[in-house]
C-alpha cells in the first residue's frame, strides 16, 4: 500500500489525537496502533540518524511481558528498561544498506506526553545504492499495528506504511 506523506502524518495525528489522559484514570481510545520511525542520513557526517516513536502505553506492554516488576515514564529500573527496549528495537527493526545489515548505537530515549522516542546513529562508510527497511514494531503485540517510516538524504525522500502483513520495503537512492 503507498500512502503519501500528508496522509501518513494526518494516520499519526489522528491516533494521537485519540490517546488521551484524564488525571490518573487512563483511557485508551486510539483504534491505531502506530509507530513513527525517521530515518535520516546525514551525508556530510556519513551518519544515519534514527528516531522512533511509539506510544508508551503500548511499549509499557511489551516491557510488561518481558519483566512484570518494571514501569516506564517513570522509570522504576531505567538501565534495565534501556536493555529491554534497545533489544527489543533491534530485533524489531532491521536497515540494510546494500543488502548489508548494519548495527545502529543506542543513544537514549525520552518520554514526551504520551509517546517515548528511541534515538540510535550509525556511521555509513559506503555510498548508499540501496536501502532495506524490515519494521515489525509492535506487530506482535497489536494485529493492526501500522509502522510508518520516513527515510531523508540531502537529495532524497521516502516515506511508506509496514505493517504485520507487509514489513518490508526496499528502494534504489539512485
Keep these: 500500500m503507498s500512502l503519501n ?4 502524518i494526518n494516520i499519526f495525528i489522528l491516533s494521537l489525537s485519540l490517546h488521551t489522559q484524564y488525571d490518573d484514570f487512563e483511557i485508551k481510545l486510539h483504534d491505531y496502533f502506530v509507530s513513527n520511525t525517521e530515518v535520516d542520513y546525514i551525508n556530510e557526517k556519513k551518519l544515519l540518524q534514527i528516531t522512533i516513536r511509539v506510544f508508551t502505553d503500548d511499549i509499557e506492554e511489551m516491557i510488561r511481558d518481558r519483566n512484570s516488576k518494571l514501569k516506564i515514564d517513570p522509570d522504576s529500573d531505567s538501565e534495565k528498561i534501556n536493555q529491554i527496549l534497545n533489544q527489543y528495537f533491534k530485533e524489531n527493526l532491521k536497515i540494510f544498506i546494500n543488502n548489508k ?5 543506542f543513544i537514549g530515549k525520552e518520554y514526551k506526553n504520551d509517546l517515548t522516542q528511541i534515538y540510535y546513529e550509525s ?4 555510498t548508499i545504492n540501496n536501502i532495506t527497511f524490515e519494521n515489525r ?12 517510516v ?9 516515506s511508506f506504511v509496514l505493517n504485520k502483513n507487509n514489513s518490508k520495503a526496499i528502494f534504489g537512492l539512485e
Design 137 to 148: 514494531i509492535l506487530c506482535d503485540y497489536f494485529d493492526s499495528q501500522q509502522n510508518i
Design 123 to 126: 556511521s555509513i562508510v559506503e
Design 101 to 105: 545489515l548494519i548495527i545502529f548505537d
Design 5 to 8: 506523506t500528508t496522509s501518513l
Design 150 to 158: 520516513h527515510f531523508k538524504s540531502e537529495k532524497f525522500r521516502k
